[in-house]
T-cell receptor
């Protein structure tokens, strides 16, 4: 693989179900991010990780959890999905903190919670 | 609070020039990014400014005025493939990107 991948591409989920969105990068980037994008709104940061073993809360963390066991993987878990979590989810990575720190995005996961 | 303001939608003609403005208020500032996002796709990096002035990259240029909290993206010789949303994203004191809702640019023949 080259770059950053996400799985699944899309998913329809019943409310109350648990769901994990997967994200893997092969660029050896230190920092990784999860965003959600809703129509008419900017990208909103859910959780981030500046380096393997550490995570932090973004602007909209409630209802989501993440882990960063290694450099490459950064899964996002919805413990009990609700309809308001219907969105497009993007994973991104960057070399680390600091300026000129371009973020590279995965293709996104389109999640519908019914 | 942190705030980004850019026009919701703009229309331009193929071959013309268009300027997309962005004003911002952030807690601290560590540069500003512009990204392009085609419908149904992920954002892709276009430009980065950290100092005042104009950065030129082919048909695209980006300008920054830190004192005014203002940036613009200038697209020249517009092509149909430039139809996309353009996202302004300043970086705050924690090196987090603050994203605007984006400007949808429609190119007409």
């Amino acid at each position: 693989i080259a770059g950053i991948t996400q799985a699944p591409t899309s998913q329809i989920l019943a409310a109350g179900r648990r769901m994990t969105l997967r994200c893997t990068q092969d660029m050896r980037h230190n920092a990784m991010y999860w965003y959600r994008q809703d129509l008419g709104l900017g990208l909103r940061l859910i959780h981030y990780s500046n380096t393997a073993g550490t995570t932090g809360k973004g602007e909209v963390p409630d209802g989501y959890s993440v882990s960063r066991a290694n450099t490459d993987d950064f899964p996002l878990t919805l413990a009990s999905a609700v309809p308001s979590q219907t969105s497009v989810y993007f994973c991104a990575s960057s070399t680390g903190t600091g300026d000129h720190n371009e973020q590279f995005f995965g293709p996104g996961t389109r999640l519908t919670v019914l | 609070g942190q705030n980004i303001d850019q026009p919701t939608e703009m229309t331009a003609t193929e071959g013309a020039i268009v300027q997309i403005n962005c004003t911002y208020q952030t807690s601290g500032f560590n540069g500003l990014f512009w990204y392009q996002q085609h419908a149904g796709e992920a954002p892709t990096f276009l430009s980065y400014n950290v100092l005042d002035g104009l950065e030129e990259k082919g048909r695209f240029s980006s300008f920054l005025s830190r004192s005014k909290g203002y940036s613009y993206l200038l697209l020249k010789e517009l092509q149909m493939k430039d139809s996309a949303s353009y996202l302004c994203a300043p970086m705050d004191s924690n090196y987090q990107l603050i994203w605007g809702a984006g400007t949808k640019l429609i190119i007409k023949p």
